[in-house]
């Protein structure tokens, strides 16, 4: 317990940063939402991209924009929150394995002693932290928006987004985590994992180019989180067994890697 709160006192600055900075976009962008739905202009817009781009970006043309989720389902919960997760997972990755590795900080935890074990869960437990945080306070801040702005957001669907956004961010979140745990050089790790994370992401868009790429799709974990899908009340079961699936795994990877990792200066 002692180790969770002096790493949470370490990291909370950019696990803060993350949270409070996209929390203060959704609260804005849907306090603005009413005046931009009354000008027409996002389906005039969507109207003129050709039927190609929308897909790459998974946007569905055919959902008329009369909620702010259906506005964010092609915004903030596309390419945005993709990328957001990425530096969010390297973020963390870097801080609580690449950089304790690299400077040898890890090594003074080791000697107080902590298990290694004990390292790993209490890493685990603040990637838990950052992640609750960030979907939490998305969800809120969506929340006081409808509230004060009277925005009819379904507050199921709401939550739903947020628990399939947060099963993301801690996939990605233990995938770098186990990556790190590879390399004894911080910049190395961190650039492998953005050379990963950036080739699921391009297999991600890529699929949407032409059906013949559609296979990509199943080779990137983005697409194990479409907005549009859970707005639309489409079946998501698949998609939370698979990252449910993958958190499980990468867990386990990241307690075997880590014990077996030789951690001598």
Not at 167 to 173: A, F, T
Not at 182 to 204: I, Q, R
């Amino acid at each position: 317990m002692i180790l969770i709160k002096s790493l949470f006192k370490q990291n909370r600055g950019w696990i803060l940063g993350y949270s409070l900075g996209t929390s203060a976009y959704l609260f804005f962008l849907a306090a603005i939402f009413p005046s931009i739905q009354e000008t027409g202009l996002i389906e005039a817009k969507l109207e003129s991209l050709p039927p190609e781009l929308l897909e790459v970006f998974k946007i569905d043309a055919g959902m008329t924009m009369d909620n702010i989720l259906n506005l964010l389902s092609g915004n903030y919960y596309g390419l945005i929150f993709y990328v957001l997760a990425i530096l969010f997972a390297l973020t963390f990755a870097s801080k609580l394995m690449a950089k304790p590795i690299d400077t040898g900080e890890v090594m003074l935890y080791m000697a107080a002693p902590i298990s290694r074990v004990t390292y790993v869960v209490a890493s685990l437990v603040i990637l838990l932290i950052a992640s609750g945080l960030f979907v939490g306070l998305n969800g809120v801040s969506l929340m006081l928006a409808n509230l004060l702005f009277d925005l009819e957001i379904d507050l199921g669907v709401l939550w739903l987004l947020q628990l399939n956004g947060g099963l993301i961010l801690l996939v990605l979140g233990t995938f770098a985590y186990i990556i790190a745990s590879l390399f004894d050089d911080s910049t190395k790790s961190y650039m492998v994992t953005g050379v990963v994370f950036t080739l699921f992401l391009m297999a991600n868009i890529v699929s949407g180019f032409s059906e013949q790429f559609d296979w990509m799709s199943t080779i990137s974990v983005f697409s194990l989180f479409d907005a549009s899908a859970i707005i639309q009340n489409d079946s998501i079961l698949r998609s939370f067994v698979w990252l449910l699936g993958l958190l499980l795994a990468f867990m386990i990877l990241s307690f075997v890697r880590f014990t077996r990792k030789d951690l001598t200066i």
